[in-house]
């Protein structure tokens, strides 16, 4: 099975665990449970499946949150949602009750074997089986690695002077020389999915989460390597984090489909958008700064005015294979996109042409050669004028932007590559993937420098 295909899986196996209490059963009469009812086992995950697009922290309807047992009890504008033992005096259960009830709203109702849980569980006290956190790290107790986690990101600082690279509830900063580790930043996410410095490069932005459970943004600070702010955004992971060009704001999409732009530094909440429909697993912003460009597994690159929140344009018109990377091309107002179809675009951002019913993509400016599978990262040269893709297989290809010729190969032999980075100077490329070591190569040869773990690896003897 290839590097994408087992992630994929793995993701499918996180959902298919985390809807199981709230698929939808069977019509008929709804029997009643053999024994307690599992807040953490049975209520949670149909509050998530179905409640928690309006509950949760970007987006608290009735200032209600429902992404975790706190929030329920505290309640929102009427007081706590539930009233253990006394279901028919509890806001949660009379909501989504009766033949036309009032939540979800605008959504199917919950069935009627969902609506029973409920009830039953609020009349059996409504009570909190949710597990101790088993996992927990800080800085003075930091994961313990047998063996080197995945790598999601990478991120060269812009002095070119550190590299930051994701690891398990950490990032870690390294001396690019491969030389050791100058810190780790260990945080509350279990997956770092994204990084990105300030264009200034005094803070490090980082999303992802914990898969299904919390989506959280963080920024550090790269003088002390203190966590600035962090903000739970989101139910489940984040992606495809950028900071605006004068730094004053980051963007990040979601596997809620929806894409947020959080102030920099205290990570207030300025949009939500919500016209995708599929994960978001890009962002970045024009080069005035007011529009920013999203890319999703919908198969969508969409423009969106900041200031408004509004939708803009679609960039694309063929709805090729979902979108899996984005990045914008250094001082211009174009942005390479690449996905499912192992196809790499360069598109203008703003329509040029005006367009008519033959759905041609008039935005189109190059299709660069098809890759060996699945692309999952890439990355413009600091110039402009090359880009590098990366996805499934064992190598990453650099590309000529002015007429997409090939300009060098670079054997990774990872199983599969999801994060690239250039140097500052655009001499060194940074990849790293499946088998959980970052390769630095020279960018012009394609020749391979160092290869290291960037994560401390214990063995059998420590």
């Not at 709203?105 to 006290?125: D, E, F, Y």
């Not at 945080?187 to 992802?208: C, F, M, N, T, W």
């Not at 000529?400 to 980075?421: C, I, Y």
Request: aromatic share 8%; glycine share 10%.
């Amino acid at each position: 099975m290839n590097a994408t295909l087992l992630r994929s899986a793995l993701w499918a196996w996180i959902g298919l665990a985390v809807g199981l209490g709230a698929v939808a059963a069977a019509p008929g009469k709804a029997k009643p449970p053999a024994g307690p009812v599992s807040f953490h086992k049975q209520i949670h995950p149909i509050l998530q499946r179905r409640c928690q697009g309006c509950h949760q922290p970007a987006s608290l309807g009735g200032k209600l949150l429902l992404t975790d047992y706190a929030g329920l009890q505290k309640g929102g504008e009427h007081g706590s949602a539930v009233r253990p033992s006394k279901p028919d005096q509890s806001p949660l259960v009379s909501y989504i009750s009766g033949k036309e009830p009032k939540m979800p709203k605008n959504q199917p109702p919950l069935t009627s074997q969902q609506v029973a849980l409920i009830r039953i569980w609020v009349a059996q006290g409504a009570k909190d089986d949710t597990p101790a956190q088993a996992e927990t790290f800080d800085a003075a107790h930091p994961p313990v690695y047998s063996a080197p986690p995945v790598i999601s990101a990478v991120a060269y600082s812009p002095d070119g002077q550190t590299l930051a690279v994701s690891g398990y509830h950490e990032i870690l900063l390294q001396h690019p020389d491969g030389s050791g580790l100058i810190a780790r930043l260990v945080g509350h996410s279990q997956r770092i999915e994204s990084l990105a410095y300030s264009p200034d490069g005094k803070l490090l932005a980082a999303v992802g989460g914990n898969p299904a459970r919390s989506g959280e943004a963080q920024l550090w600070d790269t003088a002390k390597n203190d966590l600035v702010k962090s903000n739970v955004a989101s139910y489940d992971d984040l992606y495809g984090v950028s900071f605006s060009p004068d730094g004053k704001q980051i963007a990040f999409g979601g596997a809620d489909k929806s894409v947020r732009v959080l102030t920099v530094p205290d990570l207030t909440p300025v949009i939500k958008f919500d016209n995708h429909s599929d994960w978001v697993f890009g962002t970045t912003f024009c080069v005035d700064g007011k529009h920013l460009v999203s890319a999703s597994r919908d198969k969508a690159l969409k423009l969106i005015e900041v200031a408004t929140n509004s939708f803009i344009d679609d960039i694309n018109y063929q709805p090729y294979d979902g979108w899996r990377c984005l990045a914008r091309r250094p001082k211009a107002d174009q942005i390479a996109a690449a996905g499912l179809d192992g196809v790499s675009r360069l598109y203008q951002i703003f329509k040029a042409k005006a367009r008519t019913m033959n759905r041609e993509d008039y935005n189109l400016v190059l299709a660069f050669e098809k890759q060996p599978g699945v692309v999952n990262a890439l990355a413009f040269n600091p110039d402009g004028s090359k880009i590098a893709f990366g996805g499934d297989g064992d190598e990453c290809r650099v590309y000529n932007v002015s007429d997409g010729s090939r300009a060098a190969t670079l054997k990774t032999n990872s199983g599969g590559t999801f994060a690239l980075a250039w140097s500052p100077n655009g001499r060194e490329i940074a990849a790293g993937g499946f088998d959980g070591l970052l390769r630095i190569f020279d960018a012009a040869s394609g020749n391979m420098i160092r290869s290291f773990s960037p994560v401390p690896v214990r063995t059998a003897r420590q």
